[in-house]
Nanobody, 116 residues
Framework: QVQLVESGGGLVQTGGSLRLSCSAS????????MGWYRQAPGKQRELVAT?????NYADSVKGRFTISKDNAKMTVYLQMNSLKPEDTAIYYC????????????WGKGTLVTVSS
């Protein structure tokens, strides 16, 4: 089993920055790519960024967010700059198993609120 725990969420003003962290524990060696998703009220969960063999970003965060991963610590980060009210959402950490087809792990989420 793999457990993911997010941290770093909070309330910031428009234009501010936050850095989210997601720490993995358990069978961390089974983890492949990791990433971040978010879900705003009344909306579906959407991809924010992933880090595996390469990095990928949603168009809405491109140029503002940066995903990075510390492979030794099995921790993934999301540096969020120039935050907008539209970024307000619960941010979820995600990890993909590299040993079991279709197996994914999710954290409980951390709330990011951007005020105007």
């Amino acid at each position: 089993q793999v457990q993911l725990v997010e941290s770093g969420g909070g309330l910031v003003q428009t234009g501010g920055s936050l850095r989210l962290s997601c720490s993995a524990s358990g069978n961390i060696f089974s983890i492949g790519a990791m990433g971040w998703y978010r879900q705003a009220p009344g909306k579906q969960r959407e991809l924010v960024a992933t880090s595996g063999g390469s990095t990928n970003y949603a168009d809405s965060v491109k140029g503002r967010f940066t995903i990075s991963k510390d492979n030794a610590k099995m921790t993934v980060y999301l540096q969020m700059n120039s935050l907008k009210p539209e970024d307000t959402a619960i941010y979820y950490c995600n990890a993909v198993s590299r040993t079991i087809r279709g197996k994914e792990y999710w954290g409980k989420g951390t709330l990011v609120t951007v005020s105007s």
